[in-house]
């Protein structure tokens, strides 16, 4: 692994990254923690072919009993998995590790909702309680995928399964992203990472435009999630990425967003706890009662969890 992909607490950035992230991630939040947004992986360079030499540190498994050693120090005390290879065996995968670790609160699946058999694979998947959302890595699709007329009718049955749907898109498809929201209006959607601003290229004016858009409609809500590696990996810093954490709340408020870490892919930016800290310190000002929203109630309203027990920090989730 050379140098390059250390994370970069370790690495030759200056400042220690807690500390360029502008705060000391080290006050208390009030109440508990949901992370929104974590993947796990048995590695294998075949399936995780986008995993490219720069992203080296990620050529490993990630499993659930590391995220719980990272999430107890992080004071974070139950999680959301997410899809990352677009098959559902991953899904039954993701489902099965669920049923193993009580603080995976919930799962953000794959299905192929262009399938002509989607309602019957959506009756079985769906039975598992775990099963929260679905994702689609449409960031990696050609643009107009928003528009496809098969994809549109297999969203188009999520709401009757009570599923969730989780939007990836890159800054120059989220105007599509925009209609495709609009067009279902009682389904709950949730933006990952805030549709990937190029923080490195300074891209906030353009990338603000749509993403106000997709703000304005009401079944949306966003992850705080996914910032530090949209930006410069060794160099950046919290005042950064600020503006974006900062945009984010202005257009969603707190009752539409909730916070995510993107682990184990943030760590070739910056550690667990360094991730969990930036959101924290950046909401530190709000109310207790929206702090926590952001925290957690989004989480819960938005994902519907019904989850008691996780064996985290505090062991009762309320
Ligand atoms: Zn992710």
Redesign the pocket.
């Known amino acids: 692994m050379s140098a390059a992909n250390e994370p970069r607490e370790r690495s030759g950035a200056g400042a220690p990254a807690s500390e360029r992230a502008g705060g000391s991630g080290a006050a208390k939040p009030p109440g508990q923690t949901i992370d929104t947004?974590q993947?796990f992986w048995r590695y294998s360079p075949a399936e995780y072919g986008w995993i490219d030499d720069t992203m080296a540190s990620l050529r490993r498994n990630f499993l659930p009993e590391e995220a719980r050693r990272e999430m107890t120090v992080a004071d974070v005390h139950a999680s959301i998995a997410?899809q990352?290879r677009q098959t559902v065996d991953e899904t039954r995968w993701l489902l099965e590790l669920a049923e193993g670790d009580p603080f995976i609160a919930g799962v953000v699946g794959w299905v192929d909702l262009q399938a002509a058999d989607l309602d019957e694979q959506l009756d079985q998947l769906s039975r598992h309680p775990r099963l929260v959302g679905l994702r689609h890595i449409v960031q990696g699709e050609p643009d107009g995928f928003l528009e496809r007329p098969a994809f549109l009718h297999g969203v188009g049955r999520l709401e009757r399964y009570g599923l969730t749907y989780d939007i990836?898109v890159y800054p120059r498809q989220l105007s599509s992203a925009v209609e495709f929201a609009r067009a279902f209006p009682r389904q709950r959607f949730v933006l990952?990472?805030l549709g990937k601003p190029d923080i490195r290229g300074q891209g906030l004016r353009e990338w603000r435009r749509h993403f106000d858009l997709l703000a304005a409609l009401p079944n949306v809500c966003c992850k705080l999630?996914?910032l530090v590696t949209e930006a410069d990996w060794g160099s950046w810093t919290g005042p950064q990425l600020r503006p974006y954490i900062d945009a984010a709340l202005e257009a969603f408020g707190p009752s539409r967003l909730m916070i995510g870490s993107?682990w184990p892919?943030c760590t070739v930016a910056a550690s667990y706890q360094t991730v969990v800290g930036l959101v924290r310190d950046a909401i530190s000002e709000y109310s207790e009662s929206e702090q926590a929203q952001i925290l957690q109630g989004t989480a819960r309203d938005f994902f519907h969890l019904k989850v008691e027990t996780t064996g985290l920090p505090i062991n009762r989730v309320r």
Do not use: N
Request: glycine share 10%; aromatic share 0%.
């Open positions: 947004h993947h997410v990352a990836l990952d990472h999630s996914g993107d892919v």
